[in-house]
């Protein structure tokens, strides 16, 4: 089948593989961008995918707290530069605050939900579409709440102390004061915006992710030419670093390079004489999965399809 210039661009920015490398592998799996990743990770010629770099879609992130519990709402837009118009940033504001105060995660419960300006939360959007000419979404939210403690929140690439790029929530479960959750939970969430942690736990990631990542971990190993008995034990080293590498607990904290996020809760815990919990997370990063329709492409790359 024909390979399209956009494939080889998602391929090229997804594995930071060469752009013929790209190419061929698209060409083996007839076009199949996922699978094109895979047979350059089994071949050692791409990293780890990373989700971030299929970041596509513009918008905002908004964040909400209240002591106990907190919201983190996307708001998707066509373009940048609506997401830095006041009319969609007061929108944003002022959904996410409804947002906390239903406690709920359904895109739909919101958007039915009573706006202060009157009507509901979709006429409210509806309104704006309708005014800055161009279609807007609410993608999804999520709510975390503690039954004592703190839920701490971190936006970066800020636009407002409440909105950005990537939105960040740390729950932490404990009977410390504010003094000591705040800033343990302010260094949690900065890590986790850069460290981007899949689940809180081994425990919590994803079943058809880790089949996948095994399935390459057991291609990888079987090359090496080693006994059967060899290669299991090899993919299970790899799938145990796979484990470690990508749930945050067992992360390794960003502020000093070698700590496990787990360590760092229990001793601020001991610190503060009082035990530390840190029961959930959420990191929205905005347009995270979603593929943006590529209006155009270097001509490099049409010039090497075409060769």
Known sequence: MAITAAAVKELRERTGAGMMDCKKALNETNGDV?????????KGLAAAQKKSSRTAAEGLVGVAVEGTKGVAVE????????????????FVTTVTGVALNLGSDDVDTLSAADHPAGGTVQDALTNNIATIGENQTIRRMKTVA???????PYVHNAVTPTMGKIGVLVALESTAGADVLEPLGKQIAMHIAAAFPQALNAEGLDKDMMERERAIAKE????????????????????????????????????????????????????AGAEIKLTEYVRFQLGEGIEKKEEDFAAEVAATLGS
């Open 34 to 42: 996922e699978a094109a990743v895979d047979l350059l990770r089994t």
């Open 146 to 152: 503690v039954s004592s403690g703190l839920v701490v």
């Open 75 to 90: 708001v998707n837009s066509e373009t940048d530069f609506v997401a830095k118009n006041d009319q969609f940033q007061d």
């Open 220 to 271: 990888k190993a079987a090359e090496s030419g080693k006994p059967d008995n060899i290669v299991e034990k090899m993919v299970d080293g790899a799938m145990a670093k796979f484990a470690k590498e990508n749930a945050l607990l067992s992360q390794i904290f960003v502020m000093d390079n070698k700590t496990p996020i787990a360590q760092v809760v229990e001793q601020a815990g001991k610190d």
